[in-house]
């Protein structure tokens, strides 16, 4: 007999919680194997970072240029924390994974900041060319492009982890 307000887990529970890990592994797995290639949701991350600009425009030069990656990642922390809030779950790791691929996607962008190769929308200009430029770190931009990468990767293991910290 359980005590009174305690609750009863059976293995099936237990398991029951990681399905969504199991779901977005393969999907992590994926974009991972293909970085740097776009991919269908790297669409979404250009609107959402064009917006950015958009937003963050009466900011001056730097954090104009900069508004495009700030709402790259401000987008999926909302939305993380709305699901967590609405305790959702597997919505909850599928906003952290779409984070770690935020990271991915601007992991890209800073790396090309030297090379200008990648296709850029508007007047061309590069904002991380010029972002890196101010802060005397444009030489770095393969390495800051790795550590964006690395940070994207850390954000795949959050959200595939994240049952282990999960409370009912």
Known sequence: MLPEGAKYYSQKDALKKW???????PICIFFI??????TLIDNFHLIVHEAGH????????FIHALGGTLMQLIIPVLLGFYFFSAKMQYLL?????LLGHSFFNIAVYVSDAR??????LGNGK???YYLLGELGLRDSDIEIGIMF???????????????????D
Do not use: E, K, T
């Open 54 to 61: 958009l937003v963050f425009m009466f900011f001056g030069n």
């Open 149 to 167: 990468f690395a940070i994207g990767i850390i954000w795949f293991g959050i959200a595939l982890f994240l049952p282990l910290f999960a409370r």
């Open 126 to 128: 590069h904002d991380w």
């Open 19 to 25: 399905v969504p890990s199991i779901l977005l592994l």
């Open 93 to 97: 790791q599928s906003s952290i994974v």
């Open 33 to 38: 194997n293909n970085y740097p290639s776009y």
């Open 115 to 120: 090379a200008r190769r990648l296709p850029l």
